[in-house]
């Protein structure tokens, strides 16, 4: 076993002891003196002998006093070394793999249990104890111990789950809520497959792994999905979903749908800064959801435009309700960078009375009586009329109208002059000029005339400046309303000059 011929190996009494290794050879000795000295029956230990080629063999050393004296002193033993060298490559194998396993399950947060179905016991490892909040020194717990834990909603379909590997040798996933001793709840996942054993009625094995954090990410994704992260509110496509839902399904109608502006909100962007337009946009989200009923939602759109949807509303709801969100609009905190506390808005309301209207056409029919409001001077409503918008150019004139009033505001609307001559005679002579107005897209660029009349036709508002002082730069009163604003341009028509 150890490689050495006839003769080669002294006959010494220490012989064994020699070929033993270092690290062994304590216990090796106490193993013999233990029984030399009667509390052992027999010697029994595991050690390392010397191979004659210089490695070392695991034996399984098993012997004992084979013969004593009249006095009952040993006088001789005899033993026998097994080679369990393979047994213990395997067994450092299986630690290996352990110790990997063991690893992976400390990294991952997971705990291992097992029920005893003959026994009818349970066991929990140090990791499931700590998930549970469980404080126990052995891995034993009571049999109706995790009943205990499970939240009454998730209760029965745990334990059916738990119940459920019995019929089958797959793996069984299944997720539950418990709640701790201190109250506290928490996401369990487990795995769980039964083990059979032909000594017994088998086991079923399960892990457990806390996935609280994991749901709670998930809860916040979802939300994320659906809500405007400044406001809270839902999204646009949140909304969309929910009037077709509503349309779809509504048991009353009709069905009111509010589309909100706000007004002169640029200005109080451009003037006070975006963390000021940013707290008046969460005050008026609030404000607007404080006038709410219980069944009615808001969204925010995109920018300084929300919408409402109120099942279940007639005129006159609708009217109080469109009150009272202007009332909140114009209460909104602003924030003390805001030099002025002027903010209102434009609502236009529109009723779904039939499951045929789509969610474009009710969220377009409630953005067109929004135009209508604006253009009758803001901080008002309007509701739709299928009477008023039954031709296009009521409708087109109204948002002109709104148009004109935000491109006045935003410095959008500018001046031209175009020199009036007499025939033969030299400007200085007649000293007229026309002014027209010309209004600037947001983009920045001038808007034709043709595009902006519904009829197609160039039409230029005109106001004759007699004897114009062209040193002064007067400005004269234009179609019946005042232009104003500090930055007013008077150019010609065609030329960069001011």
Request: hydrophobic share 40%; aromatic share 6%.
């Amino acid at each position: 076993m150890l490689g050495y011929g006839e003769g080669e190996l002294a006959m010494t009494s220490d012989l064994w002891l020699r070929l033993t290794h270092p690290d062994d050879r304590e216990q090796a000795v106490a193993s013999g003196e233990r029984h030399l000295s009667g509390q052992t029956d027999t010697i029994e230990t595991e050690l390392r002998l010397k191979h004659k080629s210089g490695h070392w063999v695991w034996v399984l050393d098993r012997g004992g006093v084979v013969e004593r004296d009249a006095e009952g002193r040993p006088v001789r033993m005899m033993g026998v070394q097994t080679d369990i060298t393979k047994q213990k490559e395997a067994e450092h194998e299986l630690e290996q793999v352990n110790a990997r396993f063991r690893l992976a399950l400390a990294a991952s947060g997971t705990g291992i249990w097992h029920y005893d179905l003959a026994a009818r016991k349970s066991y929990w490892d140090a990791r499931t104890r700590q998930i549970f909040g469980f404080v126990s020194d052995t891995d034993e717990v009571p049999r109706d111990l995790w009943h205990s834990y499970l939240h009454p909603d998730d209760k029965d379909d745990a334990e059916r789950a738990h119940m459920a590997p019995l019929q089958t040798r797959d793996v069984i996933a299944v997720q539950y809520r418990i709640i701790r001793r201190d109250g506290e709840i928490r996401h369990i996942e487990s795995l769980l497959r039964f083990i059979a054993d032909a000594q017994s009625s088998g086991q079923i094995l399960g892990t457990v792994r806390d996935i609280t954090e994991a749901k709670r990410r998930e809860q916040d994704l979802a939300h994320a999905a659906h809500h405007d992260a400044l406001t809270g509110l839902l999204n646009r496509v949140a909304f969309d979903r929910l009037l077709a839902d509503d349309i779809a399904t509504a048991r009353q109608f009709p069905l009111a749908v509010f589309y909100v502006d706000l007004d002169y909100f640029k200005a109080l962007n451009d003037f006070a800064g975006h963390a000021a337009g940013d707290l008046a946009l969460k005050s008026v989200a609030k404000g607007i959801v404080g006038c709410l009923p219980p069944s009615a939602h808001a969204a925010r759109l995109g920018g300084d435009e929300f919408a409402l949807l109120v099942p279940d509303c007639d005129v006159q709801q609708a009217e109080r309700l469109a009150g009272a969100v202007l009332a909140a609009v114009r209460n909104a905190n602003l924030g003390s960078t805001a030099t002025s506390r002027k903010l209102a808005a434009s609502i236009g309301i529109a009723f779904v009375a039939d499951r045929n209207t789509t969610v474009a056409d009710a969220l377009a029919c409630a953005d067109d009586a929004c135009y209508a409001a604006k253009a009758a001077g803001r901080d008002r409503f309007a509701v739709f009329s299928t009477d008023g918008a039954s031709g296009s150019g009521g409708l087109n004139a109204a948002r002109l109208a709104a148009d004109t009033v935000d491109a006045m505001e935003d410095g959008r609307l500018k001046l031209f002059g175009q020199e009036i001559h007499r025939l033969g005679q030299p400007w200085e002579k007649s000293r007229q000029v026309e002014v027209l107005a010309r209004l600037v897209g947001r983009s920045g660029r001038l808007i034709p005339a043709g595009r902006v009349h519904p009829g197609g036709g160039a039409v230029r508002h005109r106001v004759q400046a007699r004897s114009l002082d062209h040193q002064h730069g007067a400005l004269a009163a234009w179609s019946g309303a005042e232009v104003r604003g500090a930055h007013a341009r008077l150019q010609p028509v065609g030329s960069d000059a001011e």
